[in-house]
């Protein structure tokens, strides 16, 4: 089973007719959590509480956050979703497959990008996979809040089902343990002069995380033995 409050994360919602337009496709199907990072017009947003109509609790229960580590720092298990394809070395699952992929017992959050250009790569980066909605390979865009429609639909239809092929024995790491790793692996990095070229430290860092966000559904005992296999191999000993 997966967890009823699944966390739908918006970033840099552009409209407040979306974010309101989303609580409401959010309470048609049983979710409530709902995250903004970085609203363009800042918050509260008169034109979200009109729109959301009999989701106003939603809305006005909503977390502002000022950065995506921050939004996701409690969660276990991050997709991102997409509508391009993108150059980066990260897993795919197709909307229609979510039922297959998505960790059951775990806190889970599903990031939604702005309106004109989505999520970049860089906010991608925190992501453990891609999540595409299935469409018309000749028209892929979908306005946000038909997005979050389709996305909280499918998870409405598993939420209360069971799959033995995906029960986990180990508790996952959150994002917050995971970004303490990522802060540990990147200082260590830097006092070894692995960044050699300055400009390019944050490209390098973003490739290292999708790195290490394909090891599918790390646990924290996994993530303990990564961090003791950097400090042993940091140590001056």
């Known amino acids: 089973m997966i967890n009823n409050n699944v966390a739908i994360i918006?970033?840099?919602?552009?409209?407040?007719?979306?974010?309101?337009?989303?609580?409401?496709?959010m309470k048609n199907f049983g979710?409530?959590?709902?995250?903004?990072v970085l609203p363009r017009d800042g918050w509260p947003n008169a034109k979200a509480e009109s729109m959301s109509v009999g989701a106003i609790n939603i809305i006005k229960e909503a977390q502002i956050f000022s950065s995506i580590s921050e939004a996701i720092s409690d969660l276990s298990f991050i997709y991102a979703t997409t509508g391009t394809l993108?150059?980066?070395?990260k897993n795919y699952v197709l909307s229609k497959n979510l039922e297959q992929d998505i960790p059951i017992n775990s806190s889970i959050g599903i990031m939604f990008g702005r309106e004109n250009s989505g999520l970049?790569?860089?906010?991608?980066a925190y992501a453990n996979k891609i999540l595409v909605i299935d469409t018309d390979k000749n028209f892929t865009s979908l306005n946000i809040a038909h997005a979050v429609s389709i996305i909280c639909y499918e998870l409405f239809k598993i939420k209360n089902q069971t799959r033995d092929d995906l029960k986990i024995t180990n508790q996952l790491a959150s994002q917050a343990e995971l970004n303490y790793f990522y802060e540990h692996l990147f200082t260590k990095l830097d006092e070894k002069g692995f960044f050699r070229v300055?400009?390019?430290?944050?490209?390098?860092?973003?490739?290292?995380?999708?790195l290490f966000s394909r090891i599918d559904k790390i646990s924290q005992i996994e993530l303990q033995t990564l961090r003791g296999i950097v400090t042993v191999l940091t140590s001056d000993k």
């Open 198 to 210: 300055p400009e390019k430290k944050q490209q390098m860092s973003n490739k290292i995380r999708n």
């Open 120 to 124: 970049n790569n860089q906010e991608i």
């Open 86 to 89: 993108r150059d980066m070395n």
């Open 31 to 36: 979710l409530k959590d709902l995250r903004i």
């Open 10 to 25: 918006l970033v840099a919602p552009q409209m407040g007719e979306n974010i309101g337009a989303s609580a409401r496709s």
